[in-house]
């Protein structure tokens, strides 16, 4: 559910933000945009300064394209025309990032932060489904998980939401507190800690360290909910006391966790499971395939009830719970004689989503002379230990009968020189050389997944695969013609 009346008016706005004003404004405005590309007529936009673009280069392109107002830096007033509509402050991001602690000031939702090495995106988007059914529900779009991608979110937030779902992500210490704080969360969520961004902290225990720092904005009287069968889970517990947190609950397939899997099936399209919830059996679908994702189905339902939102409602939603763009979203291709089943995970990659993402391949249904494709770049930020990691997943490959394999990148060669010759589909120094050899190997009846970190440009070869063979609507089993 969406709010569909005005975000913020723009006396809340300069108030909250200390801001100058100038221009014809109007009395309100009815979403926030950083990016001229996905403006609304109404918008307030915000001028940020970024790595290498500045906002305030595309402010007249927002206005042009409707935006009811942009939100300027003092010192950059004398490049725009003067008689734009303007909110003037010092500092653009911090500005914004005023409006988010005014958003969370005048809101009586219930927030829930969300972080963890994998699966941050579809844990938000899961809960994004399950909270809706219960009440007006706002979340992060996309990955918008950093410092400006937090702040935004949260002032986007509709003064009528029931709930809040944030997520929080980082690639060094130091980045989730500061987030956290002004989140400031009633339950806040860790799916697991991996070897992730492993280059900046050396070791497991520096990252579950700088994941636990989102115990430091919790909400007196707040929850934390801990991955029980994560090796770091004893860490993160230890550092939630030493943060004061009074209540920690747990999920997993432990027979301690507060929300334990007792049972699943595994599906190519889905699963179907069984769980006891905070001392509540209970019996649910997941639209979604994959294991990873029936063990965080289970902290999605117990901080739902933690929010105060009906358990049954909410496992009843997540039937309806399919992946996202990038993230295992499913795309039948026409193929000459049949169709092919694409599985887009090309969005990032780590260890242990690529294990994650190879063993719902290994489920994926074929054709009679179907093969299992897998199409991966680098898995990057993993330091000294980046070729034995890549290496490593020869052992998934091999577990879950994956038939042929194209590698893309100077670490997957590591994986590429470990697979026995049959399982060698082709290697490429980068994605983009790597494309046409993928386009000339599907074939009707093949499954074929793509996955890479964000920088290892992956994605592209998805597109190219569509551009390629026409898209049929998501099909769940290809089959030849």
């Not at 987030?179 to 339950?187: D, E, G, I, K, Y």
Request: negative net charge.
């Amino acid at each position: 559910m969406t709010s569909t009346t005005s975000l913020w008016t723009v006396d809340a706005m300069r108030a909250a933000m200390n801001a100058r004003i100038e221009g014809p404004l109007p009395v309100a405005v009815s979403g926030l945009s950083i990016d001229t590309r996905t403006v609304d007529l109404g918008d307030a936009f915000f001028a940020i300064q970024g790595d290498s673009r500045d906002g305030h280069d595309f402010v007249e392109a927002a206005l042009q394209a409707g935006a009811g107002l942009a939100v300027v830096a003092a010192d950059r007033r004398d490049r725009l025309p003067k008689d734009a509509p303007l909110l003037i402050v010092t500092d653009v991001l911090e500005a914004l990032r005023d409006l988010a602690r005014a958003a969370r000031t005048r809101s009586e939702a219930k927030f829930i932060g969300v972080t963890g090495s994998v699966g941050k995106t579809g844990t938000k988007e899961a809960l994004r489904l399950a909270l809706s059914r219960e009440g007006e529900t706002h979340a992060s779009v996309a990955s918008y998980n950093n410092h400006w991608g937090v702040p935004l979110s949260l002032a986007r937030c509709p003064q009528s939401a029931k709930f809040a779902v944030l997520e929080m992500g980082m690639n060094h210490a130091g980045e989730i507190e500061p987030l956290s704080r002004l989140v400031r969360p009633h339950v806040a969520i860790i799916t697991n800690v991996e070897p992730v961004h492993l280059e900046f902290f050396g070791t497991l225990e520096g990252i579950a360290d700088a994941k636990a720092e989102i115990f430091a904005g919790l909400e007196p009287g707040g929850a934390v909910v801990l991955n029980h069968d994560n090796a770091q889970y004893a860490r993160l517990r230890k550092s939630a006391k030493a943060a004061g947190v009074e209540r920690i609950v747990t999920f997993g397939e432990h027979a301690k966790a507060d929300a334990r899997l007792m049972k699943c099936v595994l599906r190519p399209d889905g699963s179907t499971v069984q769980a006891c919830i905070l001392e509540h059996d209970v019996t649910y679908k997941l639209g979604a395939p994959g294991r990873h994702v029936v063990v965080n189905s289970l902290a999605v339902l117990v901080a739902a009830s933690l929010a105060g939102a009906d358990l049954a409602l909410t496992a009843l939603a997540l039937a309806d719970f399919k992946p996202v763009d990038g993230r295992g979203a499913r795309v039948a291709l026409s193929v000459p004689g049949g169709t092919a089943l694409l599985i887009d995970e090309s969005y990032n990659a780590n260890p242990a989503s690529m294990r994650a993402a190879l063993a719902v391949l290994g489920q994926a249904p074929i054709g009679l002379h179907g093969r299992r494709i897998a199409v991966l770049g680098d898995m990057l930020e993993l330091g000294p230990q980046g070729a034995a990691l890549h290496a490593a997943l020869s052992e998934p490959v091999d577990a879950h009968s994956i038939d042929v394999v194209f590698c893309a990148g100077p670490l997957m060669r590591s994986l590429f020189e470990a697979l026995p010759s049959g399982r060698r589909g082709g290697y490429a120094d980068n994605a983009a050389a790597l494309e046409p050899l993928v386009l000339s190997a599907i074939r009707a009846g093949d499954a074929v997944m793509i996955k890479g970190s964000l920088g290892s440009r992956m994605g592209p070869i998805a597109k190219a695969l569509q551009k390629h063979y026409p898209q049929q609507a998501a099909a769940d089993e290809p089959v030849e013609g």
